[in-house]
């Protein structure tokens, strides 16, 4: 019988941190604060993908999961963009694409916000110069925010979401 040799074993997932309660429940209060300041509610995202590899997807729906719990900050996904009031862009703006986010962004009511997440939504990342390619957000709906990395960590993207907040709320 013929044996063959196992993989070589990988390397654990990074533990998480700990989590510090006192600032966490300080993030929740400036949040909604900001929130309820600029909207009376908290922040609605419609995630809109123009063609990205799903890398930038996978960092996303990990926000919703229990460790870093989206929710909790008063931000949630939901289904429509009339209903949002972000779009949340991933991946290169495609040629047969563009007109899709554009009929998103035309949907979204005031006051509303765009954040490219990830390098490819920021410029076009690596399918930057292809021929099926746009290059970033910015050429079809203007941006507030860019996020990048290839993919950004979930930790950044909510960094950079409660900014966005942040920063708007002063308005």
């Not at 040629?95 to 076009?124: F, H, I, S, T």
Request: glycine share 10%; with cysteine; net charge positive.
């Amino acid at each position: 019988m013929m044996r063959w040799p196992l993989p070589p074993r990988l390397p654990a997932a990074e533990p998480a941190g700990p989590v510090d309660r006192e600032t966490v429940a300080s993030l929740v209060a400036r949040m909604d604060a900001a929130a309820q300041r600029r909207l009376g509610r908290g922040l609605a995202i419609r995630h809109v993908n123009t063609g990205s590899c799903n890398g930038c997807e996978l960092e996303t729906r990990a926000l919703t999961g229990v460790l870093y719990e989206l929710s909790r900050f008063g931000l949630r996904f939901v289904d429509s963009p009339a209903h949002a009031d972000v779009l949340l862009v991933t991946g290169p703006l495609t040629q047969n694409l563009r007109r899709a986010l554009e009929q998103a962004w035309d949907a979204v009511p005031d006051p509303k916000w765009v954040v490219a997440l990830g390098d490819c939504a920021v410029d076009g990342g690596v399918f930057k110069g292809s021929y099926a390619t746009l290059g970033g957000t910015g050429n079809a709906v203007p941006v507030d925010l860019t996020i990048g990395g290839c993919p950004p960590s979930p930790s950044r993207i909510l960094a950079g979401l409660r900014a966005l907040l942040e920063a708007n709320s002063a308005r």
